[in-house]
Structure formats: structure tokens, C-alpha cells
């Protein structure tokens, strides 16, 4: 049977087609519902066994990009979510979504209540938005979204908060140890970006485009994999045919389906 996808739409989300045509290329079937409709309903979240929070510019990014969108997972939605969260589910959250995603609390590790914030998403260091296509070398083998994958994504970002920041800069170094950076900006050859613009389009502290929690089936990114699903929508399709968004897809309905 098709593992089912809840895709999360707020006023403003512009990605969850796009996201929908990967996951359903991918082998599941999808669903796209207002949060507002879901708010008023009683949708059984627990018929679903994956979780998306699309990208866009929900509640026109106001307070800060997916602060309010944060504020429906964390408040209208908590016994939801935090169900999704226990039973292990795939969730992924994609620019738009991972900026949810981390004002939420929910990444990089589950924040209690007044517990300090340990990273967030801020303003792209060149202070515009960024439009342009970027390369991701997979590394978590935690993330049951990235784990096996050993080509490089091509794939776009669009975003003007984008800069993943840390509170203390030995907490980097603690992702990576706990095997939570999930993506990393490079190179189109696959060396490391080393903060260097453009290929790390925003800042974004040692490279990092995506991180998981520690459990390893959450997953948070500022690129657009489900932009770069055909072969039409890669600008060097010649040169680059292997380098698709798709297989990120395949696996978290992989994982849905078995579990
Ligand atoms: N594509 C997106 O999801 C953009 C996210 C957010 N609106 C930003 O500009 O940072």
C-alpha cells in the first residue's frame, strides 16, 4: 500500500504542489490541507505516515520567516505533531518548512519548555534573497531521509532566511558528531563550500543546508530537492544527469511504507 503524505498548506506556502509531485513521483500519495481547514476539521493525522511542511512565504514570512507557522504546530497542533514525532514517522520541513521547523522547537533536538534556543535560521549574510541553484553532498546516515545517498543533489534555493546559525559555536561541532547534519553546501564537484559565496548562498555556519534530530527521521533543509524531480528542471542536464532531488523522496516513502 501507498504510504500517505500530509502536506501542510498556511496562507502563503507556494511548494506544496511541488513537493506533492516528488513524493507522489516517489511512490506515495499525498494530500495538501489548509491548516486552517485542519484547524476547523477533525482530520485524523494518525492515517498519515509522513509529515511535510512545504516551502513558501506563510503569513508572508511577518515576525520573521515560519515563526507563525511554528506557532501552529506548537500550538493548535501539538498533540499531533508531537504523536508524529513519537511514532518515529518522516517528517521533513523544506525551507519554508525547516524554518517551521526550528522556531518550532522541534530541531535540531526537541527544545523544552524555557530551555534556550540552540540554533535558528536567520537573514541570508548577503542581506538579499537568494535565487540560485546550489549543490548538496549528502552526509547523515542517521537521517533515514539522506542516509545511503551518495550522489550530490543539484537543486535550487530560494529564500532570504536561510543562514543557519548556532547559540554556541561548539554546538556545530555536536551536530556533526551526532551525525545530524544531514546536508552540506558545496562545490558542483563535491568539495566543501567553506562558506564561500555563492556555493554557500546565505552564511549558513560550516556549510550546513539541512540537519535531522537525533532520532533521525525529522529533517529540516533550506534547498528545493523536490525542484529537481525532471530532467527538464536541471539548467545543465547535459553535464549533470545524476545529481536529481528524487532519491531523498524515494527514501522517506521507502521508510513510510515499511514502517
Ligand atoms: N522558498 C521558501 O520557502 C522561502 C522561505 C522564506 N519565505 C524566506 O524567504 O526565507
Redesign the pocket.
Known amino acids: 500500500m501507498k504510504p500517505k503524505a500530509l502536506i501542510l498548506f498556511a496562507s ?1 506556502t ?2 506544496d504542489h511541488d513537493v506533492s509531485d516528488a513524493l507522489e513521483l516517489a511512490g506515495a500519495e499525498t494530500t495538501i490541507y489548509p491548516v486552517k481547514y485542519l484547524r476547523e476539521s477533525n482530520v485524523d493525522w494518525s492515517a498519515y505516515q509522513m509529515l511535510i511542511i ?5 503569513y508572508a ?1 511577518a515576525l520573521g ?2 515563526r507563525l507557522f511554528a506557532l501552529d504546530l506548537t500550538a493548535y497542533f501539538t498533540g499531533q505533531v508531537q504523536n508524529f514525532l513519537a511514532a518515529g514517522k518522516p517528517v521533513i520541513g ?6 517551521a521547523l526550528v522556531k518550532s522547537g522541534i530541531l535540531p533536538e526537541m527544545r523544552m519548555a524555557g530551555e534556550r534556543q540552540k540554533a535558528t ?1 536567520t537573514f ?1 549574510q548577503s542581506n538579499h ?1 537568494e535565487c540560485r541553484w546550489v549543490t548538496l553532498k549528502p552526509v547523515s546516515q542517521k537521517c533515514l531521509w539522506t542516509q545511503g545517498l551518495t550522489a550530490l543533489i543539484d537543486c535550487p ?6 543562514n543557519f546559525q548556532v547559540s554556541d559555536p561548539g554546538y556545530a561541532e555536536t551536530l556533526f558528531q551526532q551525525d545530524q547534519v544531514a546536508l552540506l553546501y558545496t562545490y558542483p564537484d563535491g568539495a566543501l563550500a567553506d562558506g564561500k559565496y555563492p556555493m554557500n548562498p546565505n552564511g549558513s555556519i560550516r556549510d550546513i543546508a539541512g540537519i535531522c534530530n537525533q532520532q533521525g527521521n525529522v529533517l529540516g533543509l ?1 534547498p ?1 530537492p523536490e525542484n529537481n524531480i525532471f530532467p527538464y528542471q536541471t539548467p545543465d542536464r547535459a553535464n549533470r544527469p545524476d545529481h536529481f532531488g528524487l532519491p531523498l523522496f524515494i527514501n522517506g516513502v521507502r521508510y513510510a511504507s515499511q514502517s
Open positions: 502563503g507556494n511548494r512545504p516551502g513558501g512565504f506563510s514570512d520567516a515560519g523544506i525551507c519554508n518548512g525547516f524554518q535560521l541570508n534573497f534555493v530560494a529564500h532570504g532566511e536561510g533550506m528545493h
